[in-house]
């Protein structure tokens, strides 16, 4: 059955028996979740894993994303979730985050995976998918990850947080779910070549500028040193980092005057014009907030004064009416009173 299955994939058997490939692993590997089955069902080793990488067939199914083989190796042995690789000790759920897809990492949670298991370099799920490329799924992982309780800030041996890998990626929108999350910037990591750095650091190191713009905005520091005493500006090459970083400095010192002296403009005079404009473009934005605080309260007021006219109003027109009622009540008590008298003093003719 063995060879019959390596022949089906067009692979040598001296091959496979170097690499330790078994018709399990083969079919978990290719998706064949009825063949998955079937072995199992004829004692195949679900644990088993394969030399290079140490990966067992619960490995290779969720770094595929393959759902259904997932499904029926965890109802096989539930225990699999846990199994760690031979080489890293990533587990099931790690391997899923790095490269499966959301559909493999919401089955394993549901069957019980911890969303903060660790390798042997005490990374977490949540790296994992921090450390990919800016795409969409890796996206929609962290959100499930970070929904089942996944530790935003956990890190690693060297001290490395998924917001300091999202800032190297470059992702601004993994970036910004982060920080939304609870992030912080000021996280220091003990990586050797960047002792000290915060996320900052890595955008600009990496050179992606609108990720350093998002981290400055949510309060992280301009100036930050590395033990090396590095800032981000010292370490970047890109020059749209560089202008940045020295305009949040610019804007720094002439919002608060105990900062020492901001560093000298460029010759073209290109820092003072970005921060005159961004200058400008607070004061605008402050006077078009106020202009419209003021109207919407002048609105409200004139809405509050129109509900008590009407409210004085209602108020005099029930009191209208209800002297008229009074009014309507005495005369005809005055109409009944007086025919009363008249039948009982008949008018007597005169004399």
């Known amino acids: 059955m063995q060879a019959l299955v390596f022949r089906c994939y067009g692979l040598s058997l001296p091959l496979l028996a170097q690499s330790g490939a078994t018709p399990l692993l083969l079919a978990a590997q290719h998706g064949h979740a009825s063949c998955c089955s079937a072995l199992l069902s004829c004692g195949a080793g679900a644990r088993l894993e394969s030399s290079p990488g140490g990966s067992s067939a619960v490995h290779l199914a969720a770094a595929k994303g393959h759902v259904e083989v997932l499904r029926v190796l965890l109802i096989h042995d539930a225990a699999l979730m846990h199994l760690p690789k031979g080489c890293d000790g990533a587990g099931p759920l790690f391997v899923a985050a790095q490269e499966g897809g959301a559909s493999a990492v919401r089955l394993l949670l549901r069957r019980g995976a911890d969303p903060d298991a660790r390798t042997h370099l005490d990374a977490t799920p949540l790296h994992a998918c921090c450390s990919g490329s800016d795409d969409p799924q890796h996206l929609e992982i962290a959100r499930v990850l970070l929904a089942a309780g996944a530790q935003v800030d956990s890190k690693r041996l060297d001290g490395v947080t998924p917001l300091m890998l999202t800032a190297s990626t470059g992702s601004l929108a993994l970036a910004r779910l982060l920080l939304e999350c609870g992030a912080s910037v000021h996280a220091r990591g003990k990586e050797r ?4 750095a915060c996320a900052s650091h890595y955008a600009a190191l990496c050179g992606h500028a609108p990720v350093l713009r998002l981290l400055l905005q949510r309060g ?3 100036e930050a040193l590395t033990l090396a005493k590095e800032r981000p500006v010292d370490i970047t090459t890109d020059a749209e980092c560089r202008d940045t970083l020295k305009a949040h400095y610019y804007l720094r010192c ?14 073209d005079g290109l820092l003072r014009a970005i921060a005159d404009r961004r200058v400008a ?3 605008e934005e402050t006077e ?3 202009c419209a605080s003021e109207r919407v309260a002048l609105a409200e007021e004139a809405e509050k ?3 008590e006219r009407a409210q004085t109003a209602r108020k005099f027109a029930q009191q ?3 002297r008229a009622e009074l009014v309507r009540e005495a005369a005809l008590k005055f109409k009944s009173a007086a ?13």
């Open 339 to 351: 025919a009363k008298w008249l039948v009982q003093k008949p008018i007597l003719p005169p004399v």
């Open 305 to 307: 004064q129109a509900k």
């Open 193 to 196: 070549k960047l002792k000290g």
């Open 320 to 322: 209208k009416a209800e």
């Open 281 to 283: 473009a607070v004061r």
């Open 220 to 222: 992280a520091d301009s």
């Open 288 to 290: 078009r907030r106020r």
């Open 254 to 267: 002439r919002s608060d005057e105990s900062l020492v002296s901001p560093p000298a403009p460029t010759s």
